[in-house]
């Protein structure tokens, strides 16, 4: 499901996607993300954490 999400994005098919987040601390591994969003919340100002939090809320 994912996948054709980035497609249609990629092949500028639209602009915008509906993505829903079922809660929890589930991994979606897109865009270099490698921790679950709510582990993300509690970055401690880690650098590499707040860039990947950065990625998913924007």
Do not use: C, W
């Not at 996948?3 to 979606?28: D, S």
């Not at 490698?34 to 924007?58: A, F, M, Q, V």
């Amino acid at each position: 499901m994912y996948e054709l999400m980035a497609l249609a994005l990629q092949a500028n098919l639209t602009n915008v996607i509906t993505f829903g987040h079922p809660g929890g601390n589930r991994l979606f591994p897109f865009d270099g993300i490698t921790y679950g969003y709510h582990s993300l919340t509690h970055h401690g100002k880690r650098p590499d954490l707040l860039k990947e939090l950065t990625i998913i809320e924007t």
